[in-house]
């Protein structure tokens, strides 16, 4: 079964000189388990939107989404809430950390507010850290991170919660060439090996390239590239 679908989303936003821009013109995208997609497509074509709209942090003007075969495109704000915090990971271009927090700390928060016990979380921060090759940096504050080791505690924090599917925008996007590399690898790695789910963002068509399966959205639909 897939994990994700949208099914005819469409979106579009008021012009400041009058009318609306249509962004996202009847988008159809499925992801099955296991399964890593990537999306490319020219500055403003609506990647982040389409992100958003799946991650149900914002709402399609018209069509369906749909995470495990549930209908999920008219839930409230709660329900919306929990459903991300049970079921999504998320890596954005700077991801946000707490900044006054141990990058284990930021990893083991998540998983603490999602019932588990403080031990069993921070053992769990620590396999994940280990996981993206951080295990010497586990004490450390994260404001006193580099900023392609915080793109790597985002990347243990979005996969320790078991996520259904795991949402980035641009994850390399704020790094240098050799570091976004780095962290391409460690990125799609990390979810290779525990088998998640995958949904990316990027301009850069050789990290796009390494994905299962290859969008460009172009005139407000997705196409294979
Ligand atoms: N809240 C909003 N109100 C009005 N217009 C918006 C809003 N959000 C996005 N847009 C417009 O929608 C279009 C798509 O934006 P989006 O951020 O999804 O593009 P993108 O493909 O992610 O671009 P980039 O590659 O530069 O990140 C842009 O023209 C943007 O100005
Ligand atoms: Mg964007």
Redesign the pocket.
């Given at each position: 079964m897939n994990l994700l679908e949208l099914e005819g989303i469409r979106k579009s936003?008021?012009s400041p000189s009058g009318g609306r821009?249509s962004?996202l013109d009847g988008v159809d995208l499925s992801l099955s388990e296991g399964e890593i997609v990537s999306i490319v497509?020219?500055?403003?074509?609506?990647?982040?939107?389409?992100l958003s709209i799946a991650a149900l942090l914002s709402r399609p003007d018209e069509g369906c989404i749909r995470y495990s075969g549930r209908d999920v495109s008219s839930l409230d704000e709660r329900g919306t809430a929990a459903l991300r915090a049970a079921s999504m990971g998320f890596v954005f271009q700077s991801s946000l950390l707490l900044s006054d927090f141990s990058a284990e700390e930021n990893i083991a928060m998540p998983l603490m507010i999602q019932g588990m016990k403080r031990q069993e979380a921070l053992h769990e921060a620590a396999r994940y850290l280990e996981l993206v090759g951080l295990s010497d940096r586990r004490k450390h504050r994260s404001a006193a991170l580099s900023g392609g080791e915080r793109q790597r505690v985002a990347i243990a924090r979005a996969i320790a919660g078991n996520p259904l599917v795991i949402f980035a925008d641009?994850p390399t996007g704020s790094l240098d060439e050799k570091s976004a590399a780095a962290i391409e690898t460690i990125l799609l790695d990390a979810v290779r090996s525990t088998g998640h789910s995958l949904l990316f963002?990027t301009?850069d068509l050789d990290f796009a390239a390494k994905a299962d399966r290859r969008l460009e959205?172009m005139e407000g639909v997705l196409c294979d590239a």
């Open positions: 936003f008021p821009i962004i497509g020219r500055s403003g074509s609506g990647k982040s939107t389409l641009e963002v301009h959205l």
